[in-house]
């Protein structure tokens, strides 16, 4: 009997052992997957910030470069209204005098 005791004791010992061990166990790898994520979190965020990085600087690199198109198409604009003032300013500016105060025909808009 008193064998039996003893086994049922050993066997109950045993199998907190078991328990406790597999507890620990679930509790290292809960612990693990738990920084695992964290930095699978992390190293996703690091990723997409680079990637916002890249764009932020193509974007601004393509705005840049379309500024400067622009930029140069302006200034052709200007260059070719400035020449056309020098070719015909004073003689706009007759027209517009002259129809202002009535004493000639309206100017040629073709021009």
Do not use: C, F
Request: aromatic fraction near 4%; proline fraction near 2%.
């Amino acid at each position: 009997m008193e064998d039996m005791i003893k086994r049922i004791v050993d066997m109950d010992k045993k199998a907190r052992e078991i328990t406790e061990a597999a507890e620990q166990e679930k509790a290292a790898a809960e612990k693990e997957i738990g920084e695992k994520a964290a930095q699978l979190r992390e190293e996703y965020l690091s990723k997409a910030r680079r990637r916002i990085q890249v764009n932020r600087e193509m974007e601004q690199r393509i705005a840049e470069e379309e500024w400067a198109k622009t930029k140069v198409q302006y200034e052709e604009q200007m260059n070719r209204l400035n020449t056309l003032y020098a070719e015909h300013g004073d003689e706009w500016v007759r027209a517009v005098v002259d129809a202002v105060t009535g004493q000639g025909p309206a100017p040629d808009a073709s021009r």
